[in-house]
T-cell receptor
Framework: DSGVTQTPKHLITATGQRVTLRCSPRSGDLSVYWYQQSLDQGLQFLIQYYNGEERAKGNILERFSAQQFPDLHSELNLSSLELGDSALYFC?????????????FGQGTRLTVV | AQKITQTQPGMFVQEKEAVTLDCTYDTSDPSYGLFWYKQPSSGEMIFLIYQGSYDQQNATEGRYSLNFQKARKSANLVISASQLGDSAMYFCAMREPSNTGNQFYFGTGTSLTVIP
């Protein structure tokens, strides 16, 4: 168990809809990262939050948004969903010690848009 | 430039043999970390091994070792005595520290198939 919790594990929704993916990082980790992994693809970095503030943006569509709350949990909002948004969405968290540590991944949310 | 490069989209290895998965990285930061993750068909990302930029010795974790060649900027993963359960995608990653939280960069992955 990585200590990172993602809900839901599976989500099936129709095109045009909006969904929210939730992530609870490991206790004490200030950084949360969101990644998208489409079928047979690598990890596409979407966005990073650090202690409640957006710190880095990757290939995140304008239809997608995220936030990190004061209790450090994070939500990824996906709207106007398209078939191509079907993917595995990972949340990861990391500590910020100078020596660093690995990114701990949640189990992922498998989104299917039909 | 790509931060992490994995040039082997797919690899095959005979069971019980050793296999090396290649990874090169690009950074100008003297302090960084290198990681390997395994992603089996079930989808979860499993941390395997870590190498710090200042570590003098290559990291080892059981059957996994990281062949760290700093001057060449390479961090190859060596899996010894391959098992059928090693069949999975393997991702190389690098962490660059910053005062805004660590930045992680992932390669495109290598699909490893272990043949009985």
């Amino acid at each position: 168990d990585s200590g990172v919790t993602q809900t839901p594990k599976h989500l099936i929704t129709a095109t045009g809809q909006r969904v929210t993916l939730r992530c609870s990082p490991r206790s004490g980790d200030l950084s949360v990262y969101w990644y998208q992994q489409s079928l047979d693809q690598g990890l596409q970095f979407l966005i990073q939050y650090y202690n409640g503030e957006e710190r880095a943006k990757g290939n995140i569509l304008e239809r997608f948004s995220a936030q990190q709350f004061p209790d450090l949990h994070s939500e990824l909002n996906l709207s106007s969903l398209e078939l191509g948004d079907s993917a595995l969405y990972f949340c990861a968290s990391s500590g910020d010690r100078p020596a660093g540590t690995e990114a701990f991944f949640g189990q992922g949310t498998r989104l299917t848009v039909v | 430039a790509q931060k992490i490069t994995q040039t082997q989209p797919g690899m095959f290895v005979q069971e019980k043999e050793a296999v090396t998965l290649d990874c090169t990285y690009d950074t100008s930061d003297p302090s960084y970390g290198l990681f390997w993750y395994k992603q089996p068909s079930s989808g979860e990302m499993i941390f395997l091994i870590y190498q710090g930029s200042y570590d003098q010795q290559n990291a080892t974790e059981g059957r996994y070792s990281l062949n760290f060649q700093k001057a060449r900027k390479s961090a190859n993963l060596v899996i010894s005595a391959s098992q059928l359960g090693d069949s999975a995608m393997y991702f190389c990653a690098m962490r660059e520290p910053s005062n805004t939280g660590n930045q992680f960069y992932f390669g495109t992955g290598t699909s490893l198939t272990v043949i009985p």
